[in-house]
């Protein structure tokens, strides 16, 4: 008997139904229509995109395992997507999708050192009294090279990444530190580095952990005294990804478990890669031992990418979501939205929307409404030299004596104030602020800073001060 695309797909669906409750099976599943087969490949048309990531998100295994029945180990699924909202809405043309090719990474049993064998090793990631260690890479497979854009802004660290996820731990470039504002990427190209490394070395044991989250588990085994198996735990990933690592600042303790487990990992040619808001330079409260190490590597930072690197961007962006939009729109966004990658996706995304659920076209005036919404929303960012003019109008003298060298008390209490709002309220580094607010260097505003952060908790005055100016400065 041949083979039809309507015949393979109604064995998918008895296979489905038998799996998932009928409400479920009659809204997602009974609209599918099977369109063609090819060999191994399966189209099936779906009424629209949000139909399709539906499926994706909630369905994809059931899918897989459907299709691997019918069709074998190389089963591909096609949909073939109504895109109901172009510029004519009675004729809605389709796009095809490939179904996704990632798969999620396994988890990866560990060989654990005798010594620790004769008792249960916990796993910060798993419920206590699981026999057996399993390791969740925690990857998303979506963040990879191929979906992050090479511009002047991010080249040295792509090409950076790209070394060490062909070589982990092989280069020079050990540990990896990523650093820059927000929504420029750091999290993506940290994350790209562990899949091309699990798609390359299966057999590496691939590690992603926020700061934050890292925290929290080394404090949860404080608490139930398993502090060396979690530091056992940890020396034993191959390749070891800290996201935010910004957020250690303060924490002592949590520092100094770090700090012997980055030794470990690193004396022994695994591979470090951190991410961070700040450059090692302007990261306080982390101990010098520990940024002396984020140092023994390559440093390097992500800055907002320029006009032709937006475009790029966004031209990419559509092209992974199967849509059309004219050139004058694309260079309006580009034009208009500069600060990062995050905002640039996220009006296009807007934009997307707005046309699909009220059935409108891409047109430019619905795009300046979009983006006028987003850069009114966008914090404006002070400069330096407004902090300076504000503290010292406040405390009635001139910019210049602010800038002095003269110890005299209130000048030296005004001029630190102006450091610490400089730090709180502008991207600057602290070897900037320093530069700008009397040729200071980057330890003298690191010490206003917590000398300002000090007064304030044991002066009433000084407090007031740092009140007005507050209200005065973020009016």
């Known amino acids: 008997m041949t083979r039809t695309a309507s015949s393979v797909w109604n064995n998918c669906l008895l296979f489905i139904k038998d799996n998932i409750k ?114 969740e890479s925690q990857l998303n497979p979506n963040y990879n090279f191929e979906n992050f854009i090479e511009g002047d802004s991010n080249r040295l660290a792509r090409s950076a990444s790209m070394a060490v996820s062909n070589k982990p731990g092989g280069t020079s470039f050990n540990p990896l530190l990523i650093y820059g504002g927000v929504g420029l990427g750091k999290t993506h190209l940290g994350q790209a580095i562990g899949v091309r490394i699990k798609e390359r070395y299966p057999e590496k044991t691939v590690l992603y952990i926020s700061a934050e989250k890292f925290t929290q588990q080394f404090i949860d085994s404080v608490k139930a005294n398993t502090r060396n198996d979690f530091i056992h735990f940890y020396q034993m990933i191959d390749v070891l990804i800290v996201d935010d690592v910004q957020f250690l600042s303060g924490k002592s303790g949590t520092q100094d478990v770090f700090f012997h487990i980055f030794n470990h990992l690193h004396q022994n040619g695994k591979q470090v890669i951190l991410t961070s808001d700040k450059a090692p330079v302007d990261m306080q409260d982390i101990e010098q031992r520990l940024l002396s190490r984020f140092k023994w590597g390559l440093s390097a930072e992500l800055v907002a990418p320029d006009y032709e690197t937006r475009i790029s961007i966004l031209k990419s962006k559509m092209f992974r979501d199967g849509v059309e939009i004219p050139e004058e729109i694309v260079e309006y966004i580009a034009k208009n939205i500069k600060t990062n990658v995050r905002e640039l996706e996220g009006v296009l995304i807007s934009l997307i929307a707005q046309a699909s659920f009220n059935r409108k076209e891409f047109t430019l005036s619905l795009t300046k409404q979009i983006v006028d919404k987003f850069v009114k929303n966008t914090k404006k960012e002070v400069s330096i030299d407004y902090i300076q003019k504000v503290v010292s109008k406040y405390f009635e003298m001139d910019v210049s004596t602010l800038q002095s060298k003269t110890r005299k008390r209130h000048i030296v209490q005004a001029r630190q104030l102006a450091m610490y709002f400089a730090k709180r309220m502008t991207k600057a580094s602290l070897a900037s602020i320093g530069s700008q607010i009397g040729s200071r260097d980057h330890a003298t505003v690191l010490h206003a800073c917590k000398t300002v952060d000090n007064l304030t908790e044991t002066d009433k005055q000084f407090r007031k001060y740092v009140d007005e100016l507050t209200k005065k400065l973020t009016f």
Not at 29 to 49: H, N, R, Y
Not at 63 to 82: C, P, S
């Open 22 to 135: 009928p409400q479920a099976y009659k809204t997602w599943f009974e609209p599918i229509k099977p369109m063609k087969i090819a060999g191994d490949v399966l189209t099936i048309q779906v009424p629209s995109k949000f139909f399709f990531e539906w499926l994706e998100e909630h369905y994809i295994k059931l899918l897989r395992v459907a299709l691997v029945r019918e069709l074998g180990d190389h089963a591909k699924l096609v949909y073939d997507v109504r895109m109901e909202n172009t510029y004519s809405n009675k004729n809605p043309h389709t796009v095809k999708f490939p179904s996704s090719n990632k798969k999620p990474f396994n988890s990866q049993g560990v060989t654990i050192p005798l010594e620790i064998d004769k008792r249960e090793l916990k796993n910060p990631f798993v419920i206590p009294g699981i026999q057996k260690v399993k390791i």
